[in-house]
């Protein structure tokens, strides 16, 4: 399950990513912790991203979710994550959520991971549908959806509530399979 686009790497979670994947967290946490408070709060510290990599790496296996990195193939830095979650697995639906590092902001990463997990999702995970939830105000992840060719569906009333926050309305977009 190696994907590679550009000068940069897919792969599954794995046990290696911890310290990593906390650094990323920590250095990012101003722009994580509003839509991504319990990812952020689960790796703070090099302990915990251990606890969370475990977990995730289970869930994985399991496919109850798919959590995978984006690395610089050269360097391996870890320029962001794209969730597969909220699984359906009767229905063949499933969610992405994404952040990259600010370095890699506005380079186009996020949508060029999304297409080649979108096609994953449908040929070798054999899901139908997969939905973006995102606010509107979110434009790197609105451009995100409209990017890889997801549809707007509809607006979620008071679908997410950031800590200290009232609930939000969300946006739902959809791609579905047309194999």
């Known amino acids: 399950m190696n994907l590679r686009f550009d000068n940069f790497e897919i792969k599954p979670i794995h046990n290696g990513d911890a310290w990593k994947l906390c650094d990323f967290m920590v250095a990012n946490q101003d722009r994580l912790k509003r839509f991504f408070p319990k990812t952020l709060a689960q790796n703070l510290t090099p302990t915990l991203s251990q606890l969370f990599v475990d977990k995730k790496v289970?869930?994985?296996?399991?496919?109850?979710?798919?959590?995978?990195?984006?690395?610089?193939?050269?360097?391996?830095?870890l320029a962001g994550v794209v969730y597969i979650k909220e699984?359906?697995?009767?229905?063949?639906?499933?969610?992405?959520?994404?952040?990259?590092?600010?370095?890699?902001?506005?380079?186009?990463i996020t949508s060029k991971a999304v297409k080649c997990l979108s096609e994953l999702a449908f040929t070798q995970l054999h899901l139908n549908t997969l939905q973006i939830i995102v606010h509107k105000d979110n434009i790197g992840s609105v451009k995100v959806a409209e990017n890889t060719n997801f549809k707007w569906i509809k607006t979620l009333k008071n679908e997410f509530t950031p800590n200290g926050e009232k609930p939000l309305d969300m946006e739902l977009y959809e791609l579905h399979n047309e194999t």
């Open 87 to 108: 699984l359906n697995w009767n229905i063949k639906q499933g969610e992405f959520a994404y952040c990259i590092g600010y370095p890699f902001e506005g380079k186009n």
């Open 58 to 77: 289970k869930q994985f296996n399991n496919k109850e979710e798919f959590l995978f990195t984006i690395k610089q193939s050269e360097s391996r830095e």
